[in-house]
């Protein structure tokens, strides 16, 4: 049986409902893409590294049969969210899922005393989150469907010493993402923070942590599949902030407790 006219009309309109992933070229972000792709949806993908980009696409198109865009941009340059966000109005690209997963580790706060650095990173890490949510979420919440998944960490669930950014960044997504969620939900919009422990992806190897995750025991890293899949299901069920992996599961509750918290408040130790 054909589709009538007003079928038709319909399904185009839900073909054109991207999914747009940042930080989309490799590790959780190319595994949302390949997730999704799966599920139907049409992507948006925004990494730096257009080549690889390019590539995740082809094999994504041919793969799963979906139409799959590519913008090469720089999400720590302060004017990329807008730039992003014109054209994918411009193209008529509705976002229908948000993945905000670009990141890095970043410098330390302390003992990197170049600003612009600790400035870039606080662009990527959070600046652009916010602005992605500030573009994105009210589209959304105008058509009564949405679905927002920004990457934290359990890094964000307890504090330690160390290099005081890349926690305390990934707290501020937690607490943007649970905020969000409160007020977006009963408008047909699930925010979601999604807070992987130790993942099987490039991110060690391109922040120079291989010698540590080398030295550390299997048990405590997780495939990139298995937390993407968590996010998925998670935001989808409405929670506001989704642990991944069952060990950091057991753990986040003793995390959070104030009756364990201070114990696992370890002070550095002098040089």
Same mark, same amino acid.
């Not at 934290?152 to 990934?170: F, I």
């Not at 599949?225 to 950091?248: H, T």
């Given at each position: 049986?054909?589709d009538t006219p007003a079928q038709?009309?319909?399904?185009?309109?839900?073909e054109k409902r991207y999914a747009?992933?940042?930080?989309?070229?490799?590790?959780?972000?190319?595994?949302?893409?390949?997730?999704?792709?799966?599920?139907?949806?049409?992507?948006?993908?925004?990494?730096?590294?257009?080549?690889?980009?390019?590539?995740? *696409?082809?094999?994504?198109?041919?793969?799963?049969?979906?139409?799959?865009?590519?913008?090469?941009a720089d999400l720590s340059q302060?004017?990329?969210?807008?730039?992003?966000?014109?054209?994918?109005?411009?193209?008529?690209?509705?976002?229908?899922?948000?993945?905000?997963?670009?990141?890095?580790?970043?410098?330390?706060?302390?003992?990197?005393?170049?600003?612009?650095?600790?400035?870039?990173?606080?662009?990527?890490?959070?600046?652009?989150?916010?602005?992605?949510?500030?573009?994105?979420? &009210?589209?959304?919440?105008?058509?009564?469907?949405?679905?927002?998944?920004?990457?934290?960490?359990?890094?964000?669930?307890? &504090?330690?010493?160390?290099? @005081?950014?890349?926690?305390?960044?990934?707290?501020?997504?937690?607490?943007?993402?649970?905020?969000?969620?409160?007020?977006?939900?009963?408008?047909?919009?699930?925010?979601?923070?999604?807070?992987?422990?130790?993942?099987?992806?490039?991110?060690?190897?391109? *922040?120079?942590?291989?010698?540590?995750?080398?030295?550390?025991?299997?048990?405590?890293?997780?495939?990139?599949?298995?937390?993407? @899949?968590?996010?998925?299901?998670?935001?989808?069920?409405?929670?506001?902030?989704?642990?991944?992996?069952?060990?950091?599961?057991?753990?986040? &509750?003793?995390?959070?407790?104030?009756?364990?918290?201070?114990?696992?408040?370890?002070?550095?130790?002098?040089?």
């Amino acid at each position: 049986m054909e589709d009538t006219p007003a079928q038709l009309v319909s399904n185009a309109m839900i073909e054109k409902r991207y999914a747009l992933i940042t930080g989309a070229s490799s590790g959780l972000g190319a595994e949302f893409a390949q997730q999704l792709a799966a599920l139907g949806h049409p992507l948006i993908l925004v990494a730096r590294r257009e080549e690889k980009l390019a590539a995740l *696409a082809s094999t994504l198109h041919e793969q799963y049969g979906v139409a799959v865009e590519v913008i090469a941009a720089d999400l720590s340059q302060p004017n990329t969210p807008q730039k992003v966000a014109t054209l994918c109005s411009a193209s008529g690209w509705q976002v229908e899922w948000l993945i905000n997963n670009a990141g890095v580790a970043g410098p330390d706060l302390l003992k990197d005393r170049d600003w612009s650095q600790q400035h870039t990173f606080y662009q990527l890490m959070m600046l652009s989150v916010a602005e992605m949510c500030h573009l994105f979420i &009210p589209s959304m919440v105008e058509r009564g469907q949405g679905r927002v998944i920004n990457i934290a960490s359990v890094a964000a669930r307890v &504090p330690r010493s160390g290099g @005081c950014n890349y926690g305390p960044a990934k707290a501020y997504v937690v607490a943007l993402s649970e905020e969000l969620h409160l007020s977006v939900a009963g408008q047909g919009v699930n925010v979601t923070a999604l807070c992987p422990g130790f993942t099987h992806t490039e991110f060690h190897e391109t *922040a120079g942590l291989m010698d540590m995750k080398n030295n550390m025991a299997k048990w405590l890293w997780y495939e990139a599949k298995v937390v993407v @899949c968590d996010g998925i299901n998670g935001v989808e069920d409405g929670k506001s902030v989704v642990v991944s992996g069952r060990l950091y599961r057991w753990l986040d &509750p003793i995390f959070q407790s104030v009756w364990t918290r201070r114990f696992l408040r370890i002070k550095a130790r002098p040089d």
